[in-house]
């Protein structure tokens, strides 16, 4: 089995893959303090709960946009696995073109989401990445890396709002019946689900007419499955993406 770690800016993602499917995934968070013993007992339990013995893990590929977070992973790697994780950077093997100015740039989550992208579903492609940050990916028709759109987090943004407007408060993150609000808490949970529904549908429709194709339209990330059901266009939702891509990356370089 493969273990494929995403270290995202709210979550970190586990995924063990034996296939490109993952047999299964689980998540932490990204901010709580802890030492690198107490994350090797964090893993071992996930791992317990699976009922999936730590030798049968072969194999540890990374994704990080934590720089700071990468080297207690790796000691993880070390001292559970007794092996040298792969991370998703310079000298690796992902059989992606970039086409950006400054190719090194590209985060190493947006390149494991193209990776499994064109083995999955081909080429050209839109993929909307809803987290911490919401990101619309293009791939062109040469299965490229054409570029990204990136804006606040659903979650993000509605807190800094409320945060910042002394007659606005916290709502949950449930849709309202209406898209004309009547309430304070109907006319934010309108803009949060509504309003960003809105723009994937419209950052999309630009893609669209800059790449000159007629692409797929991919939706991943933990916050997808709170907004794209509300969109106006139809989006494939696969919610592992960018782990199924850590796996396909694994593959090229190991075996």
Known sequence: MILAIDIGNTNVA?????SA????????STNCPR?????????????SLYRIESSLIEGVIISSVV????????????????????????GI????????????SVGSDLICACVASNALYGAPCIIVDMGTATKVIAVDGSASFAGVSITAGVEIALSSLTDNAAQLFSVGMDAP????????ADSLRSGAIFGNAGMIDALTRRFEEELGDSPKLIATGNLSELIIPH????????????????YFIYQKNCH
Do not use: W
């Open 14 to 18: 586990l995924g063990g893959f034996n």
């Open 21 to 28: 499917e993952p047999s299964f995934v689980a998540l932490l």
């Open 35 to 47: 030492t690198d013993h107490e994350l090797c007992t964090q893993i071992l339990s996930i791992l």
């Open 67 to 90: 720089p700071k977070l990468t080297p207690s992973f790796k000691n993880v790697a070390r001292m559970l696995f007794d092996t040298d994780a792969l991370v998703v950077g310079p």
């Open 93 to 104: 093997k992902t059989g992606l073109n970039i086409r950006c100015d400054i190719p090194s």
């Open 177 to 184: 019946k209406n898209a004309i609000g009547k309430n304070t």
């Open 231 to 246: 969109c106006q266009r139809k989006y494939k939702q696969d919610k592992d993406l960018v782990l199924k891509g850590l």
